[in-house]
């Protein structure tokens, strides 16, 4: 069924019952499991997301030596003294509705993983850990739109929990337009964070910003827009990363501060020893 946006002009909510500059509910957890250096579950309405991060440890064997790695989601050569970010994405085949699982060369998913090495290689201090690997091993539950705003979401928070050093929180959010290119409406409102259902019907972008600056990380468009409409539909959605950037600082304070109550950080260490907001 097409999306009528005729009623976004007039009742200034959204299918969904959004206003045009709000988020979807968004729940997120870190050191989801105990085995694994960093892992995380995030929730962007009902987009979710775990990841698992490993490392950095030593690179394993390549297959038939070539300087990239298996998962397709190497941001380093075998040359480079820096560690190398490797991304795996796994899409669970119930996870949308035509209930059908790509396969192992998919572009889509190749494209994916080579996004978010290339996002996260630049904010990781992989100058560190020279020759090594932080694997990334991202898997898909459930896909309602923005769907690799989450995936950056996601592997930033599990790499904080493996305690990898970054310069900041590498955070994402999408945006879009109340028009389709074909309307041709330069007065057309952005909107922020996309549903499945605008994604398929609305032009939008994906935009990833590091930390609370502007500087922009990632900026994938991959539908037709007028020009006129892309300065605002990135204005939104670079506020939209801030409004995120919040979200996921909050979740790691507050895992922190519990970590601290229960004693399993350094035992030695009080509340009155570490700064916590």
Partial sequence: MPLDTSAYGLALLRVDGRRWNE???MHAQIRTQAAADGS???EMGHTKVMCVVTGPSEPGPRRGGLGGTASGGGASSAQSKDAEVAVSIVVAGF???DR???GR???RILELQS???SALAASLHTHLFPHSTISISLHVLSQDGSLLAALINAATLACVDAGIPMTDYVVACTAGSTSTYAANDEAAD???DLNHQEEQELPGLTVATLGQTDRVAVLVCESRVQVSRLEGMLAVGVDGCKQVREILDRVVRDKGHRMLLEGTV????GLDDMEVD
């Avoid at 350094?266 to 260490?269: H, S, T």
């Fill in 23 to 25: 988020l979807r509910r």
């Fill in 40 to 42: 995380s579950y995030l």
């Fill in 95 to 97: 996870s949308s509705v």
């Fill in 100 to 102: 059908k699982r790509p």
């Fill in 105 to 107: 060369g998919d572009k």
């Fill in 115 to 117: 996004t978010i090495s």
């Fill in 190 to 192: 952005p909107l922020l």
């Fill in 266 to 269: 350094e035992r030695g260490a």
